[in-house]
C-alpha cells in the first residue's frame, strides 16, 4: 500500500517543479504515467464541466511531443518559469492513488529580463505509486484562476 | 534628401500593395477605427446563440473597445446594448453572462428590460416629497445605445449602424456558405479562452487572411501536411475584400513538391515526427475532402476549422499595440465520444498554447517591434499581384490586400 505522506508529495512537487524552471522538460514526461491526463485549463471551464484545455495530453508521448516542439518546431521568444508551488492538501486516497490540491504561481521572465507573475492556480492531482515504488501523476490538472493567457503558453505549467 | 525623409508620416498613396507603418501604431488612427470601422456600418460578432439559449439569458461581450450586452428577451429575441448606464455611464451587468429577468446598475440602482430599456430610477419622485427626478423627466428618453442585431448559423452579430447591410448581403453568399459548411448543426461550447498579444489589431487580422505564411512559418502544418501551399486549395475574398475564405483538402501522402525543397524551409523538418501520432488522427467530418478552412469576417472575426479542431476567435483591439483575442471552442451537440475526444487532443493545434497558434500569436508582436522607428516606411503587399480576387492557390496576398481595400474603404482614407 502506497504511502502518500506530505513529505513525499511535497518533494514530488519540488523535483517537478525544478525540471520545469531549470530548464529540464525533457525529463518532464517522467512525471507522469504512460497513460495520464495533463490538461492546462481555466478555473471557469473546469466549474463549468468544459473539457478542451489550453494543453491537452492524454499519454505520456504526447507530453515528450510538448517538448519537442517546444525544442524544435514552434516559434516563439526564449522565456523562463520560476514555480512557486505551495503545500499538497490531500484530498482523499481510494484505489491505491491519492488525490490532491496544490497551489501554485508561477513567474515569467522574458528575455528583455522582465519579470511577471504569468499564471496562479491550482493543480488537481491524482497521485500513484508505480512498480518502482516511485510517485507519479496519473492525472494532473493546472487550473488557472485567470482566464487570460498572457501572449502565449509555451512551456509548460 | 530622399522622398521618403520629407514626406509627412501620415500620408499613404493610393493602392494595396504598400501599408504605411504609421498605421499600426497611431492613436488618431486608433480613436477613428472605434467610430468608423466597429461603430460604423459594419457587423461585429457577439456571441454564440447556444449560449444565451433560454430567454432571461445574457452575455457581456464588446464591440471595438464599446462593451456590450447582448440578451435573449421574453420573447425569444435577440438584443444587444450598450453596457453602459444612461445615468452617470457605469457598467450595467459585471458578469461574463447569465440568466436574469432584468439588469440593475449598482451605482444608483437605475433598471432596464432585456431590451435595454430603462424602466425604473431609484427615487424617481424624491423622499418624503422633496428631491427626486424633475416632472418632465422621461424614461424613455434615457437608455443606452441599442445595436442591430442578426443571427447567421447560430452566431449573433450586432451594429451600430442603423443603415448597415443585411447581414447575409454583408457576408456575401460564398462567404455565407462557407460558415454554414462548418456551423451546419447545434453546437456545444467546450471551452473558452482570452490570450492577450502584443501587438496592433491589424496586424493580426492580415496574419489570419495571409495565407502565404501559413506553410513557411508553421512547422506543424508543413511538416504534417496539415497545410502546404502545394495542396489543393485556394482563397476565397469576397467582394470588396472585406472577408475572406482560406481552405486546402487533405493531402494523403506526404508531397515531396520540388519548390518546398528547393525553398529548403525551416519549416519543413525531415525527422520530426510525433511520439503520438494520433493527436492527429480526424475524420472528414464535413465530407468534403476540405482539412483546414480559415474564415474572415471583417472587421474581427474568425472562424476556423483545423482538421476537427474549431473554434470562433473575436478580435479586439486594446489600444494601439495590444490585442485581445477571445477563443470559443466548439464541438457538437451530437459528437460521439470518439469524435469529441479527437477534438479535445487536436486543439493542441490552436489556441495559445496551440502548436500552430502560438507562432500566430508571437509574430505580430515581432512587427509591432519591428517597425518601432519606421513611422514613413512601408510593408510590401505584391505576393500574387496587386488584386483581390478569388483564386485557386494560397501562394498570393489577395486576402490580406482585400482587408486593406474594404479597411480604406470604411476609414475614408
Ligand atoms: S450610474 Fe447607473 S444608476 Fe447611476
Ligand atoms: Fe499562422
Known amino acids: 500500500m502506497a504511502e502518500f505522506t506530505q513529505e513525499r508529495l511535497g518533494i514530488l512537487n519540488a ?18 504515467e504512460e497513460r495520464c491526463l495533463y490538461v492546462v485549463n481555466t478555473a471557469e471551464n473546469h466549474a463549468a464541466g468544459m473539457e478542451a484545455g489550453v494543453i491537452y495530453a492524454d499519454t505520456r508521448a504526447m507530453l515528450h511531443d510538448r517538448v519537442s516542439a517546444l525544442r524544435d518546431a514552434n516559434v516563439y521568444e526564449r522565456h523562463r518559469y520560476r514555480h512557486i508551488v505551495g503545500q499538497p492538501f ?4 481510494e484505489d491505491g492513488a491519492a488525490s490532491v490540491e496544490t ?24 497521485v500513484v505509486e508505480g512498480a518502482d515504488g516511485q510517485l507519479r501523476f496519473a492525472r494532473r490538472l493546472a487550473i488557472c484562476d485567470s482566464r487570460n493567457i498572457d501572449t502565449l503558453l509555451a512551456i509548460p505549467l | 534628401m530622399s522622398h521618403s525623409d520629407t514626406r509627412e508620416p501620415r500620408t499613404w498613396e493610393p493602392g494595396l500593395t504598400r501599408v504605411p507603418y504609421w498605421l499600426y501604431r497611431d492613436q488618431e488612427i486608433h480613436d477613428a477605427e472605434q467610430r468608423r470601422v466597429f461603430q460604423g456600418p459594419t457587423w461585429n460578432y457577439l456571441c454564440l446563440e447556444a449560449e444565451i439559449a433560454e430567454p432571461g439569458a445574457y452575455r457581456t461581450t464588446f464591440v471595438g473597445d464599446m462593451p456590450v450586452i447582448v440578451a435573449r428577451d421574453e420573447d425569444g429575441e435577440l438584443q444587444a446594448f450598450e453596457n453602459r448606464c444612461a445615468h452617470r455611464g457605469a457598467l450595467i451587468a459585471l458578469d461574463d453572462g447569465g440568466q436574469t429577468r432584468d439588469f440593475a446598475c449598482v451605482y444608483h440602482a437605475w433598471r432596464y428590460d432585456l431590451q435595454g430599456n430603462l424602466r425604473g430610477v431609484a427615487f424617481q419622485q424624491g423622499v418624503n416629497g422633496k428631491g427626486g427626478m424633475p416632472p418632465e423627466f422621461r424614461m424613455e428618453d434615457h437608455h443606452p445605445r441599442k445595436l442591430r442585431t442578426a443571427s447567421v448559423a447560430g452566431m ?44 496592433n489589431w491589424k496586424l493580426y487580422m492580415e496574419n489570419v487572411k495571409d495565407s ?31 472577408h475572406h475564405v482560406s481552405y486546402s483538402k487533405v493531402a494523403h501522402q506526404p508531397q515531396a513538391s520540388a519548390e518546398y525543397s528547393a525553398e529548403k524551409l525551416r519549416s519543413d523538418m525531415e525527422g520530426y515526427a510525433l511520439a503520438d501520432p494520433s493527436m492527429l488522427d480526424g475524420c472528414d467530418e464535413f465530407g468534403d475532402g476540405v482539412t483546414l478552412q480559415i474564415l474572415s469576417v471583417f472587421p474581427g472575426f474568425v472562424l476556423a476549422q483545423i482538421q476537427n479542431t474549431l473554434a470562433v476567435r473575436q478580435i479586439l483591439p486594446d489600444g494601439l499595440d495590444r490585442t485581445v483575442l477571445n477563443w470559443t471552442y466548439l464541438g457538437f451537440q451530437d459528437d460521439t465520444p470518439e469524435l469529441r475526444r479527437m477534438r479535445l487532443r487536436q486543439s493542441n493545434l490552436t489556441g495559445p498554447a496551440g502548436f500552430v497558434s502560438m507562432e500566430d500569436g508571437a509574430v505580430g508582436g515581432f512587427v509591432q517591434r519591428g517597425i518601432a522607428a519606421s513611422r514613413d516606411q512601408e510593408a510590401v503587399l505584391e505576393m500574387g499581384g496587386g488584386g483581390i480576387e478569388t483564386q485557386e492557390n494560397r501562394t498570393t496576398e489577395a486576402s490580406v490586400r482585400g482587408f486593406w481595400n474594404a479597411y480604406r474603404g470604411y476609414m475614408e482614407i
Open chain 1, 15 to 32: 523535483a517537478y517543479a525544478r525540471c520545469i524552471d531549470n530548464d529540464e522538460v525533457e525529463a518532464w514526461p517522467a512525471f507522469f
Open chain 2, 156 to 199: 449573433v452579430f450586432g451594429s451600430l449602424d442603423e443603415d448597415v447591410p443585411p447581414i447575409e448581403e454583408y457576408l456575401g453568399e460564398e462567404i455565407l456558405e462557407r460558415i454554414e459548411r462548418v456551423l451546419c448543426k447545434p453546437v456545444e461550447v467546450i471551452g473558452r479562452f482570452k490570450q492577450t498579444i502584443p501587438n
Open chain 1, 103 to 126: 497551489p501554485f504561481i508561477v513567474v515569467r521572465i522574458m528575455r528583455d529580463g522582465a519579470t511577471e507573475v504569468f499564471a496562479s492556480g491550482r493543480y488537481l492531482d491524482r
Open chain 1, 90 to 93: 490531500v484530498l482523499g486516497i
Open chain 2, 212 to 242: 502565404y505564411h501559413a506553410s513557411l512559418l508553421h512547422v506543424f502544418f508543413t511538416t504534417f501536411n496539415i497545410n502546404r501551399l502545394s495542396q489543393k486549395g485556394g482563397v476565397i475574398v469576397s467582394e470588396s475584400g472585406a
